[in-house]
């Protein structure tokens, strides 16, 4: 963003925040203007850490541009020992990611690449997988088929005249690491990730994850100060792709909805791109909150996972179905796990707001004829 | 003095730890390098105790149950396998040797397998060596 961001003592106090945070509605106890009184007048003690998203909707509402999500990092960096969040699937992504950062473990292993799709290891372009080979595994039953995303994204790049490289030596991005204030894991992250970007020579990274594509592009230039190669989401890809007639857009007659990423649109502007693809892929149909406004999907760093989140979640999915659309395409596999969790936690219940879940990626490359 | 590997054992309460306190009463000879966990089944080993341990200093972990048919709870151990094979691709995928993972079913009249299956795996862990930055 251009404007410039301010400090947390500029709040006002108007309670704009309020309306559009996840986090205060239902009867969670946190609100991002209460957190900043509390604040002021007696420091950082007592202040809620966990319940803050930090899906930075609170910042397009503010008057005075507070950088509330960066002032919660901070604090949560700065906190005690014992002040940890609540642990989610008994801790499994925490020890992955120390384990990256302590740099035990060598090369990954692509057993899970579709036979035919064509990788050039001396290609300036690498596609960054990040750790949706771990999360498949252990997220097979609320998200089944996650690792079609990436060679999804082959196959269109490979349709699209690139064949990408890709980085066997890559760990974990940090964005977990450094939105939970770990910041000793996530310069060890950050500054692996970079040293081995260079050392391989690439000039352009292309990845699945908008959390990947927002931590390199632009956290690590924040906290390192060194320039990475450029990065791209790969919906920016295929969108170009589409506009310069490397692919053809299949067209189709199914109505999409698109849930967007707050990784992807609000903090890095990309709202155009994915609803570019979609247009390829059939006719779009807007939910009520959407761009700048979409309504998180309810969880990160999963972390805090709660009834509170999940009835959050629930009404997201239900907007989505009241938009009359067949399906909810979005572009985060996050945002397919916490979504897909929510409605599997409802089960069979009558009311279940019952919608199919797709990642944009995969639906174009299965309208242009991948067989994954 | 040389390396030796640090192992974590995770012994099923109704047969392997049965079967490694029949070791010890027996008086046999095995790596103190192994260090036992008892978990009511074994299947309840999920990936991310492995990981926990690896992350913590282990160098190779080892899930130990019932034979297949006798567990306590009918079906504990055939969890155990789908479960660990989901963490055997799992730490593969981020790049570490599935060597260091082993599963085995030790009944409790079977102190001299659990013996020597100890012996067997601190060995073959101490050939891979330690797991440490950049190490497989």
Same mark, same amino acid.
């Given at each position: 963003?251009?404007e410039?961001r301010?400090d947390i003592?500029s709040?006002v106090?108007c309670?704009?925040?309020t309306y559009?945070c996840?986090?205060?509605h239902y009867?969670?106890?946190?609100t991002a203007r209460?957190t900043a009184?509390?604040?002021?007048?007696h420091?950082r003690?007592?202040?809620d850490l966990?319940s803050?998203l930090?899906c930075h909707?609170c910042? +397009?509402?503010?008057?005075e541009?507070?950088?509330?999500?960066?002032f919660?990092?901070?604090?949560?960096?700065?906190?005690?020992?014992?002040e940890?969040?609540?642990?989610?699937h008994?801790g499994i992504l925490e020890?992955m990611?120390?384990l990256q950062a302590?740099?035990?473990?060598?090369?990954?292993k692509?057993?899970?690449l579709?036979?035919g799709?064509?990788i050039a290891q001396d290609?300036?372009?690498?596609l960054?997988?990040?750790?949706?080979p771990m999360?498949?595994?252990?997220f097979?039953?609320?998200?089944p088929?996650?690792?079609?995303?990436?060679?999804?994204a082959i196959?269109l790049l490979n349709?699209?005249?690139i064949n990408?490289r890709l980085?066997p030596?890559?760990r974990?991005?940090?964005?977990?690491?450094?939105?939970?204030?770990?910041?000793n894991?996530?310069?060890?992250?950050?500054?692996?990730?970079s040293?081995?970007?260079r +050392?391989e020579?690439?000039?352009?990274?292309?990845t699945v994850?908008?959390?990947?594509?927002h931590?390199?592009?632009?956290v690590y230039?924040d906290?390192?100060g060194e320039h990475m190669?450029?990065v791209r989401?790969?919906?920016q890809?295929?969108?170009e792709?589409?506009?310069e007639g490397?692919l053809?857009a299949?067209g189709?007659?199914?109505?999409?909805t698109y849930?967007?990423?707050?990784r992807l649109?609000r903090?890095?502007?990309?709202?155009?791109e994915p609803?570019?693809?979609?247009?390829?892929?059939?006719?779009?149909?807007?939910?009520p909150r959407?761009? +700048?406004?979409?309504?998180?999907?309810g969880?990160?760093?999963?972390?805090?996972?709660d009834?509170v989140?999940?009835?959050?979640?629930?009404?997201r999915l239900?907007?989505?179905?009241?938009?009359?659309?067949d399906?909810?395409?979005t572009a985060?596999?996050k945002?397919l796990?916490?979504?897909?969790?929510?409605q599997?936690?409802?089960g069979?219940?009558?009311?279940r707001?019952k919608i199919?879940?797709e990642?944009?990626?995969?639906?174009?490359?299965?309208m242009l004829?991948?067989?994954? | 003095?040389?390396?030796g590997p640090n192992?974590?054992?995770?012994c099923?309460n109704?047969c392997a730890?049965?079967?490694a306190d029949?070791?010890?009463?027996?008086?046999m000879?095995?790596?103190?390098?192994?260090k036992?966990?008892?978990?009511m089944?074994s299947?309840?080993?999920e990936?991310?105790?492995?990981?926990?341990?690896?992350?913590n200093g282990a160098d190779?972990v080892m899930?130990?149950?019932?034979?297949?048919?006798?567990?306590?709870?009918?079906?504990?151990?055939?969890?155990?396998e789908?479960?660990?094979q989901?963490?055997?691709?799992?730490v593969e995928?981020?790049g570490?040797?599935?060597d260091?993972?082993l599963l085995?079913w030790i009944?409790a009249?079977?102190g001299?397998?659990f013996?020597?299956?100890c012996?067997d795996?601190t060995?073959k862990?101490?050939?891979?060596?330690?797991l440490?930055a950049g190490?497989r």
């Open positions: 963003m251009s410039r301010s003592r709040c106090a309670g704009h925040c559009v996840p986090a205060s009867e969670r106890n946190f209460g009184e509390s604040f002021l007048l420091g003690e007592g202040i966990w803050c930090t909707a910042i +397009e509402v503010c008057p541009n507070v950088d509330f999500p960066r919660m990092k901070q604090a949560r960096a700065s906190r005690e020992k014992d940890i969040p609540v642990r989610t008994a020890s990611r120390n302590t740099g035990k473990g060598g090369p990954r692509y057993d899970w579709s036979p799709l064509e290609s300036p372009v690498a960054f997988v990040g750790c949706l999360l498949d595994i252990i097979k039953d609320v998200a088929r996650l690792l079609d995303i990436p060679n999804a196959f349709m699209m005249g990408p980085l030596l890559e974990c991005c940090g964005h977990d690491a450094y939105w939970l204030g770990e910041m894991s996530f310069k060890l992250l950050a500054s692996h990730n040293k081995m970007l +050392e020579g690439v000039e352009e990274v292309i994850c908008p959390e990947c594509s931590t390199l592009g632009t230039l906290v390192l190669p450029r989401h790969i919906s890809v295929l969108a792709g589409l506009r490397k053809m299949p189709g007659a199914e109505r999409i849930q967007d990423p707050c649109g903090m890095s502007r990309v709202f155009d609803r570019i693809v979609i247009g390829s892929i059939g006719s779009l149909v807007d939910m959407s761009r +700048e406004m979409a309504a998180c999907c969880s990160t760093c999963f972390m805090q996972c009834k989140v999940k009835r959050w979640q629930v009404d239900t907007e989505a179905r009241n938009t009359g659309a399906a909810l395409a985060c596999p945002c796990i916490h979504l897909g969790c929510a599997k936690d409802f069979t219940h009558k009311d707001p199919r879940l990642d944009e990626t995969v639906l174009l490359a299965r004829g991948w067989k994954g | 003095m040389d390396w192992i974590v054992a995770f099923c109704w730890y049965a079967g029949l070791a010890g009463v027996t008086r000879q095995y790596p103190s390098n192994v036992i966990v008892r978990v089944c299947g309840r080993v990936p991310s105790m492995v990981l926990r341990c690896f992350q190779g899930v130990l149950g019932c034979h297949i048919g006798d567990c306590h709870y009918q079906i504990g151990n055939r969890n155990a789908k479960r660990f989901d963490t055997q691709m799992l995928r981020m570490i040797s599935p260091r993972l085995r009944s009249a079977e001299a397998l013996a020597q299956t012996r795996f060995e862990v101490r050939r891979l060596g330690p440490e190490g």
